[in-house]
Every structure is written in structure tokens, then in C-alpha cells.
T-cell receptor
């Protein structure tokens, strides 16, 4: 079983739409959680960390449900520039990070 | 600051050849990591280091070796390259000490083994 699973998409949405991604993780001892963004043929970059109480950064909202072991990312008012692959990342045992395969988002004009 | 730099950007190897992928960071980070990313897949941890002189295996260490003689450098060595090692290799660093520390990635090395 994979440590982190994501719907690969692609999610094709029009500009201005709201889109949500989910991610599930298998290890209940996971300590910290992140969403990274990866543009085509580029390195991943941190989008936001995900805290237990949920957190928001502008148009982006992240939620964590430890009981069900899933993480979500909500993007409101999608922009063309949001087109990318979104990677769910889980930290286990402090030094080891597990990445999901990513969810591809295409925002269309 | 240059951040995390990797060389080379691209490389084609023949089966059985060896090479070293270079990674350098100028942020004085304690923690450094090597990942590989196969097409359409997430990143998988190969090796990591929590400081100079200290390294440990990640999820997929077979066929690779690392060393960490300085804080700045964390080279990855491929011995006897195989087609299964065709991948994009990313080096990353973080300040460490907290499980919520951000990882900063280099631009990657695209390796093809033929």
C-alpha cells in the first residue's frame, strides 16, 4: 500500500472556478503535512503546510483530518497561473518525507 | 543566495557506467536529501543527511551511495548504472530540527541510462 495516495486528475476547470483535491495517507504516526506545487519539468516548491486546525493562505485553504487520515486543498477563484501539479507530502519519523504522485490541474480561459 | 544547485542538468549514461551527481546549498542547512522522480510519479527518498558526516537510507537506496563531508555538499554516487535508474534526481535541503521545516529543492538532474 502506498504511503500517500492522490487522485492523479487531470482536473480541467475554467478560470474563476473552485477546485478541491484530496489526499490520503496510510501511517497514523505521520507528524506533519504539506502541499507542494510542481510546474512542468521544474522542481517542487512549498505551497503551504497543513496544520491540525486547518489553515488558509489567500485563495488556498488546507484541511487535515487525522481520524480519517486525509488532507485536502481547496483553491478558490482559480487563475491560469494555478495550472500545475499539486503534490501531497507527509512527514513520518521526523526526517523522512513521502510524496504522493500528484494531482494535475489545468485552468482554462 | 543561489539556494540549492545541482550539476549536471542532463546526462546520458551507458549501462554499467558510474557517475556522481553534485548538490550544493548555500543556506547553511543541516538537513539534505536526495530524491528520484519517475514519470508521472511522486518523489521517492533515496538518502538523507542530518549533518556533516551523518547519512542514512531512505525508501529506495539500492544502487546509490552518498557522502556528506561538509555542510554545503551532498553528492550522490551511482555505481554500475542500470536502465531502472533513468529518472529525474532532485536534491533538497532544510534547516532541520522541526518536522515542519520547508524543503528547498534544486532544479534537478535528468538522467537517462541506455
Amino acid at each position: 500500500r502506498k504511503e500517500v495516495e492522490q487522485d492523479p486528475g487531470p482536473f480541467n476547470v475554467p478560470e474563476g472556478a473552485t477546485v478541491a483535491f484530496n489526499c490520503t495517507y496510510s501511517n497514523s504516526a505521520s507528524q506533519s503535512f504539506f502541499w507542494y506545487r510542481q510546474d512542468c519539468r521544474k522542481e517542487p516548491k512549498l505551497l503551504m503546510s497543513v496544520y491540525s486546525s486547518g489553515n488558509e493562505d489567500g485563495r488556498f485553504t488546507a484541511q487535515l483530518n487525522r481520524a480519517s487520515q486525509y488532507i485536502s486543498l481547496l483553491i478558490r477563484d482559480s487563475k491560469l497561473s494555478d495550472s500545475a501539479t499539486y503534490l501531497c507530502v507527509v512527514n513520518i519519523n521526523f526526517n523522512k518525507f513521502y510524496f504522493g504522485s500528484g494531482t494535475k490541474l489545468n485552468v482554462k480561459p | 543566495n543561489a539556494g540549492v544547485t545541482q550539476t549536471p542538468k542532463f546526462r546520458i549514461l551507458k549501462i554499467g557506467q558510474s557517475m556522481t551527481l553534485q548538490c550544493t546549498q548555500d543556506m547553511n542547512h543541516n538537513y539534505m536529501y536526495w530524491y528520484r522522480q519517475d514519470p508521472g510519479m511522486g518523489l521517492k527518498l533515496i538518502y538523507y543527511s542530518v549533518g556533516a558526516g551523518i547519512t542514512d537510507k531512505g525508501e529506495v537506496p539500492n544502487g546509490y551511495n552518498v557522502s556528506r563531508s561538509t555542510t554545503e555538499d551532498f553528492p550522490l554516487r551511482l555505481e554500475l548504472a542500470a536502465p531502472s535508474q533513468t529518472s529525474v534526481y532532485f536534491c533538497a535541503s532544510s534547516y532541520g530540527g522541526s518536522s515542519y521545516n520547508e524543503q528547498f529543492f534544486g532544479p534537478g538532474t535528468r538522467l537517462t541510462v541506455l
